[in-house]
């Protein structure tokens, strides 16, 4: 999650004395960001004050964790510790996960053109390493934000399952992308056909939102930590993985384009994926993604996946 803005510090004293009469005298804001607001309790343990989210589908998230737990990876993810309604607000008592934010989104700092060993190295050991963890029915029984059921409802194959969203999602907000992509009734039925047409592949916890604050180095550049699962987390295609962290690892810097196609190949070569299959991944993603937050060339999500489509 980004650094807590002044606004959001303002209004989290209520939290804050919450905590203290729960036993954390100390508890200060830490973060917060589209999920909710992070809260630091004490030594390894840190409170999620969540934000629109119900308080009876959270077991699934706590169940989901523990499925990735199960598993030996080379980084933590998060684990909830307990759980609770205040004021009909859902909060989570987690472990805290070390190390820093490759990159956050206030530290001012952008990409060099050509991105650095470390960084492309960290970005392999974390595909390579989710790409290890099967999908689990908890994993199927996800909701991707933005949609009113469970990708996997219905469906048998992720190639299938995305291809119903992504024909749901344009019909959420049709004549909106309509007006800045030009033939988009063609490039949702290619789009829905060539995922329907790929061939089956084994499946893998997906993340879906591998952006530079979601992933936490040591001082030495290794990975130590993976978090904020939720956005478009399922079990799926690990290509699909791959092919969202190429894209939305530098989505508005001056060389996000350069980026994209860099990793893009970076991650055909490395991990045996065809280029031509991240770059349908890539399509499928702007169009289950484009109206989440805001609609028009206002929004920069809006015109990054109206970009991608044309």
């Known amino acids: 999650m980004p650094d ?8 989290a004293d209520r939290w804050v004395q919450h905590f203290a009469r729960r036993g954390y005298p100390r508890a200060r804001p830490l973060a917060s960001g589209m999920e909710g607001a992070v809260y630091r309790l004490q030594d390894g343990t ?3 004050v969540w934000a629109g989210r119900a308080p009876e589908d959270f077991d699934l998230t706590r169940r989901l964790y523990a499925d990735i737990a199960r598993h030996p990876l080379p980084f933590a993810t998060p684990r909830i510790l307990d759980a609770e309604e205040h ?18 989104d206030g530290d001012g700092r952008r990409p060099a053109r050509d991105l650095p060993r470390r960084e492309t190295d960290a970005l392999l050991t974390v595909l390579r390493a989710l790409a290890s963890v099967p999908g ?6 996800l909701v991707i934000q933005g949609d009113d059921r469970p990708l996997w409802q219905g469906h048998s194959r992720f190639s299938d399952a995305l291809a119903a969203l992504v024909e749901r999602a344009v019909g959420r907000n049709r004549d909106a992308l309509a007006a800045h992509v030009p033939g988009l009734a063609g490039v949702v039925s290619r789009t829905a056909a060539s995922l329907r047409a790929l061939p089956d592949r084994p499946e893998s916890v997906v993340h879906g939102d591998l952006v530079p604050p979601n992933i936490h180095l040591d001082e030495a550049g ?11 987390t399922t079990a799926g295609d690990p290509a699909f993985e791959a092919a969202v962290t190429a894209a939305v690892w ?5 060389d996000a384009a350069h980026h994209t196609a860099e990793l893009t190949r970076l991650f055909a070569r490395a ?3 065809a280029e031509e299959i991240l770059e349908l991944y890539r399509k499928a993603y702007a169009l289950i993604t484009y109206d989440l937050f805001g609609m028009g060339p206002q929004d920069g999500h809006f015109r990054w996946c109206a970009a991608q489509l044309r």
């Open 4 to 11: 807590m803005t002044e606004t959001d510090a303002q209004g």
């Open 46 to 48: 840190v409170a999620k």
């Open 87 to 104: 004021d009909g607000v859902l909060v989570s008592y987690e472990r805290e996960l070390g190390g820093s934010p490759l990159r956050s």
């Open 136 to 141: 689990s029915e908890v994993m199927r029984r």
């Open 222 to 232: 290794h990975p130590v930590a993976v978090l904020d699962f939720g956005f478009c």
């Open 250 to 254: 530098d989505m508005y810097g001056p």
């Open 271 to 273: 991990l045996g994926h």
